[in-house]
């Protein structure tokens, strides 16, 4: 019985082994759909260039500067502070009862100019909305845009001269025999004359981004609600405010961001020695305290805890509008 073998080729015959190629690098569709964005439409993108170096240079750049608030500055020294403190400004400010005071007087103006001027556009561009005489609507939003364009100074200097002892409004009372009243001086009238300016100056201005909203509202759900058998008032419930509620949303997280920053220029400007218990806030102490007393380390560390607070309710309001309401910032 004979077996037949297979003689194995010489050497030097076989083919080689076949080689594995590396495998192509494959950029990823998200860098180069942003690189062809960028290159088409570059000159769209280089507006951009002004307003990021502004927040770079005014608000970002100068957060380095909150190292002073645990270390000791001195005027005409280093810009970050001599030696390390660690947190004994932290404890001097919230051991001082004036802070305390300030902070609740911070509270009050924050609370009541987001009750009373947030809602006020929106009422406002609803009233607009209804109006069908467009002579009359643009008159109304003339007038009331008008105080937005002027400056706190002349707003304040005409807050100050109406409600001057011997000013029109004083006039008027005295008409009815009643006797002048200091509403400058006197303490518990400083914030109903905060709020009552800070009305009149941003509602009619307010009233733009709510104005703009309704016109993205379809037609055809007002007139679905009709055939329903809504009356007028329904269908500004149903259809109306849930048709701008994204943007009621999002300027409702943005002033609630804002809520310990109340209007620095306009207090300033309107308070004096006398409405200090009622009208010193946070960021006018800061300023007395600051750069008028030179305790600059002390003012940093308040403004951080503001800055702190005001991080905390800027992103508890967008989580909560995010679980409840499914609208938010972020």
């Known amino acids: 019985m004979s077996t037949s073998t297979t003689s194995a080729p010489p050497p030097g015959t076989q083919d080689p082994p076949p080689t594995k190629k590396p495998p192509r690098r494959?950029?990823?569709?998200?860098?180069?759909?942003?690189r062809r964005a960028l290159r088409k439409d570059w000159q769209l993108y280089s507006l951009a260039v002004l307003p990021l170096l502004f927040f770079l240079v005014f608000r970002y750049l100068p957060m380095i500067g909150n190292v002073i608030a645990f270390r000791r500055f001195e005027p005409g020294g280093s810009v970050f502070g001599e030696y390390w403190v660690g947190l004994r400004?932290?404890?001097m400010f919230l051991s001082d009862p004036t802070f305390w005071q300030v902070f609740r007087n911070t509270l009050w103006m924050g609370g009541l100019t987001l009750v009373f001027c947030f809602?006020?556009?929106?009422?406002?561009?609803?009233?607009?909305?209804?109006?069908?005489?467009?002579?009359?609507?643009?008159?109304?939003?003339?007038?009331?845009?008008?105080?937005?364009?002027l400056s706190i100074v002349i707003v304040a200097g005409i807050t100050l001269q109406m409600l001057a002892t011997d000013g029109p409004i004083n006039?008027?009372?005295?008409?009815?025999?009643?006797?002048?009243?200091?509403?400058?001086?006197?303490?518990?009238?400083?914030?109903t004359i905060y709020v009552g300016s800070e009305i009149w100056q941003t509602a009619g201005w307010g009233t733009i981004l709510y104005l703009a909203a309704l016109t993205t509202i379809d037609e055809d759900l007002y007139e679905a609600a009709r055939i329903d058998g809504a009356n007028r008032w329904q269908q500004i419930w149903h259809v109306t405010l849930p048709g701008i509620r994204p943007t009621m949303i999002t300027l409702l997280i943005l002033n609630i961001g804002t809520f310990m920053a109340v209007g620095f220029e306009k207090v300033l400007l309107l308070y004096n020695p006398l409405t200090y218990p009622t009208a010193d806030v946070i960021s006018t102490y800061l300023y007395r305290t600051g750069v008028e007393s030179n305790s600059f380390s002390y003012a940093a560390a308040i403004g951080l805890f503001e800055a702190v607070i005001g991080l905390v309710l800027i992103t508890s309001a967008n989580q909560l509008s995010r679980r409840t309401v499914g609208t938010s910032l972020w």
């Open 26 to 34: 494959t950029r990823s569709p998200a860098r180069t759909g942003w």
């Open 89 to 91: 400004y932290v404890e």
């Open 119 to 149: 809602p006020i556009p929106i009422v406002l561009a609803l009233l607009l909305n209804e109006v069908r005489r467009n002579s009359l609507k643009r008159f109304v939003q003339s007038v009331s845009y008008l105080p937005h364009f």
């Open 171 to 191: 006039h008027v009372l005295g008409w009815f025999g009643h006797d002048p009243i200091r509403f400058i001086q006197e303490p518990d009238w400083f914030r």
